[in-house]
C-alpha cells in the first residue's frame, strides 16, 4: 500500500455537500457506499447536518481536495441505542489504498471510544467488498449476520455482511 502524506481530517461541514457526491460518483463508490444513484447536494447536506450532536462526520482532504469520509451516526433519540454508532466510509477511487480509509477509521474509532461513549459500533458491507472487510476484520470488527439479499446493486439482488466491533473496555 502506498501513502499519502499530506492528507488531513476535520469535520464535515455543509458546504462540503457537492465534494461528497464527487467522492462517491464513481460506480464502485455509488454501489459500494450505497448512496443514492445521482444523487444532490440536499441529500449530502442532510447527512452532515443529522450527526450535530448525534456522532461524528470526518472528511480527508489532500491539496484541498475531499478525497473520502467516514460518518459515524448515533441515533440519540433511541434511549436503548445510544451507545451504538452505526459507521459509514467512502474513499474517492482515485485515492484508494493510499491508507486513508484506514486512517479515517483509526480516527473515527478514537473519537467513539475516547468522546463518544461508544460501546458498540456496526455497520454493514456488500459480501463481494472483500478489501472492506479485510480493513474491518483488521480493526477487531467481527462478523455478526449474512443478510440474504439486502440490496439492489448493479442489476442483482447481492447479500451483505453485518459487523461490529465491540469496545470492552467500556463494558462493565
Known sequence: MKKIRNFTFRSAVPADAGALRDVTSDDRATSDYGSPVWVGSDWWEHRIKRTVNNGLFLVAECDSQIVGFLELFVDTSDWMRRHVGVLSLCVHENFRNFGIGRALMDVGIEQADSYLGLIRIELFVWVSNEPAIRLYESLDFFREGLHVA???????????????????????
Open 150 to 172: 439486502f440490496g439492489y446493486r448493479k442489476g442483482n439482488h447481492e447479500n451483505a455482511l453485518s459487523m461490529a466491533r465491540i469496545n470492552k473496555k467500556m463494558i462493565t
